[in-house]
Structure formats: C-alpha cells, structure tokens
C-alpha cells in the first residue's frame, strides 16, 4: 500500500521561505513519477510543480518558476518542494502525488497521477 505524507507546511511571512517533504512508502520510490499540487480556499487544485523518475526533467507552473524547486532523495525515500519568495497567493493546501504510469513523462494534470497524500498547509502573510 502506497502511502505519501507531507511535512513542512507552516505560517510564513511574505519574501519568506519553506521547504515541503514528502516522504513515500510501499513501492518502489525511485521509479515513481512525482509532483506537487495546491489547493487554496474555493478554487481548483492546480498543478505546481513535477518530476519525472529520473530526475532528469521538471516542469512548474508560471507562478512557481523561479521562486520553486521540485527535487527528490532517492535514498530516503523522499520528495521535496523548496518555496522561496512566498507571496500570500501562495497560501493553499499542498499535496504531493505519485504515479507508477508513463513515468519518463512529468505529468501535470492531477487525475494522471495514481497516489496522493494528505496535504501540508501553507500560509503566506502579508
């Protein structure tokens, strides 16, 4: 049984920074295709950032693009998403995912993807 837990998530000042870990069990990490989503209040979960299983490519959304980072440890079993220059509209609730399928591929649309963990919040001050 796959399982994916998120950690990290916080209250934090704009300019400021996180860094989200997801730590996966019960399959094979280092061949899974990874990604990070957020959800804020009454809107849509959005793609934010993915990975294929090599880690030879990332894809982010416009608004993640050079303030994030996508990277993973394949040794500890863990994703993770450094945020710097938080902005409030930042604020949501972020999850990490997991896909076993087309994993050479970094997928960003939310139903390619087979696992999901709980979410971490993250709240951006103004």
């Known amino acids: 049984q796959v399982q994916l837990v998120e950690s990290g998530g916080g209250l934090v000042q704009a300019g400021g920074s996180l860094r989200l870990s997801c730590a996966a069990s019960g399959r094979t990490f280092s061949s899974a295709g990874m990604g990070w989503f957020r959800q804020a209040p009454g809107k849509a979960r959005e793609f934010v950032a993915g990975?294929?299983?090599?880690?030879?490519?990332?894809n982010y959304a416009d608004s993640a693009k050079g303030r994030f980072t996508i990277s993973r440890n394949n040794a500890k079993n863990t994703l993770y998403l450094q945020m710097n220059s938080l902005k409030p509209e930042d604020t949501a609730v972020y999850s990490c995912?997991?896909?076993?399928?087309?994993?050479?591929?970094?997928?960003?649309?939310?139903?390619?993807?087979?696992?999901w963990g709980q979410g971490t919040q993250v709240t951006v001050s103004s």
């Open positions: 990975m294929d299983w090599s880690c030879g490519r990332t």
């Open positions: 995912a997991a896909t076993w399928y087309r994993t050479s591929y970094v997928h960003t649309a939310s139903n390619e993807y087979e696992y």
